[in-house]
C-alpha cells in the first residue's frame, strides 16, 4: 500500500531525543520528501513493524505519528505549492 506518514515531535528536553530516532525509523522504511514527511509503499508486514518500532520510542501523551493509506500511489495526486524540494532521499 502506498502511505504518506507524517510526525508532531515535541521540542522538549526528551524530544530532541526522540527526533532524531524517529527520523532513522521512518527513513528505514519510507522516503523521506520534506522536514517531517515521508512517503512509499509497504507491505503490510512493513506497516506493522513501522509502528512497533515507533511506539517503543514515541511518547503517546505529547508525540504524534498520522499514516495516510492509499492502494496505490496512483490514487493519490501530489502537488507542490511553493518550492519543490528535489533532495528526496530515494537514494540509499
Known amino acids: 500500500m502506498y502511505c504518506v506518514l507524517v510526525y508532531d515531535i ?3 528536553k526528551d524530544g530532541r531525543k526522540v ?3 524517529v527520523f ?3 527513513k528505514k522504511y519510507l522516503h523521506h520528501i520534506q522536514n ?3 512517503e512509499g509503499d509497504l507491505s503490510e508486514a512493513q506497516l506493522i513493524n513501522l509502528q512497533i518500532e515507533l511506539q517503543k520510542i514515541l511518547r503517546m501523551d505529547i508525540d504524534s505519528v ?3 493509506k492509499s492502494r496505490n500511489k496512483r490514487w493519490l ?3 507542490f505549492w511553493g518550492k519543490e524540494d528535489n533532495a528526496t532521499s530515494n537514494i540509499f
Open 24 to 26: 532513522k525509523i521512518c
Open 77 to 79: 495526486d501530489k502537488e
Open 10 to 12: 515535541s521540542q522538549d
Open 36 to 38: 517531517s514527511v515521508f
Open 19 to 21: 527526533l532524531p530516532k
Open 66 to 68: 498520522i499514516i495516510f
